[in-house]
């Protein structure tokens, strides 16, 4: 099995910083994308930003310039650097992979979710 943790949510006034990060753990064989995603009270599950094995990213258009995703290949972690923060992102942010596991299974792994809050 593969875990998903995310860490570095909290509360943040408008305009601040927050960096998250997430560590994939367990039968890892490799990892293709990764990714974070949003959840709002009462609004689905939103795409923020993902990154390809290869580097490749791609950005909500309403992060886009104040989010950074990136990632470290050798540790298997993801992270995404949040700048300009609005109330409105205000969100459980989850982390994803698509990995393939040493026994062969492949899919999209889910963290457990980190709460950001963007208040004054």
């Known amino acids: 099995q593969v875990q998903l943790v995310e860490s570095g949510g909290g509360l943040v006034q408008p305009g601040g910083s927050l960096r998250l990060s997430c560590a994939a753990s367990g039968s890892i064989f490799s990892i293709n994308a990764m990714g974070w995603y949003r959840q709002a009270p009462g609004k689905q599950r939103e795409l923020v930003a993902a990154?390809?094995?290869?580097?490749?990213?791609n950005y909500a258009d309403s992060v886009k310039g104040r989010f950074t995703i990136s990632r470290d290949n050798a540790k298997n972690m993801v992270y995404l650097q949040m700048n300009s923060l609005k109330p409105e992102d205000t969100a459980v942010y989850y982390c994803?992979?698509?990995?393939?596991?040493?026994?062969?299974?492949?899919?999209?792994?889910w963290g457990q979710g980190t709460q950001v809050t963007v208040s004054s």
């Open positions: 990154i390809t094995g290869g580097g490749s990213t």
């Open positions: 994803t992979a698509d990995v393939l596991e040493t026994t062969g299974w492949g899919g999209v792994t």
